[in-house]
């Protein structure tokens, strides 16, 4: 794939999120997400399943969701699409010339 031709397929805006664990006043835990980053990308839906869990039926929509290259990028991460949550679940970095990452991405599950 050309990254000339990705460029103008890139055109939703979606910010990348890490978590932070910040102690409570209880001594615990609080997670929360810090911005890491602003980009453009591509997103395609390649999958739908429904799975019955605790006796509720969640949906688990995988994407396809490619952008320019980002170093710091991890599977810790999670991408926010307009409030839709997507956590990462593997980057491939193609034939490894640091172009483009292809981000696979599960909607609709928890982190």
Known sequence: MKIKDLSSRMR?????EQSVNTEN???GFTTSWDEVDIVW???????ADEKL??????????HKITIRYLANLTE????????RYFNIRS???PQERNEYL?????EGVEQ
Not at 41 to 47: G, N, S, Y
Not at 53 to 62: C, W
Not at 76 to 83: A, L, V
Not at 102 to 106: G, K, L, S, T
């Open 91 to 93: 980057i491939i970095n």
């Open 12 to 16: 939703h805006r979606i910010t990348i």
């Open 102 to 106: 292809e981000i696979i991405a599960e």
């Open 76 to 83: 810790d991460m999670r991408i926010d699409f307009g409030g």
């Open 25 to 27: 006043e209880s001594g």
């Open 53 to 62: 869990r605790f006796g509720k039926v969640n949906a688990e929509i995988s």
């Open 41 to 47: 990308a591509e997103i395609l839906p390649i999958r």
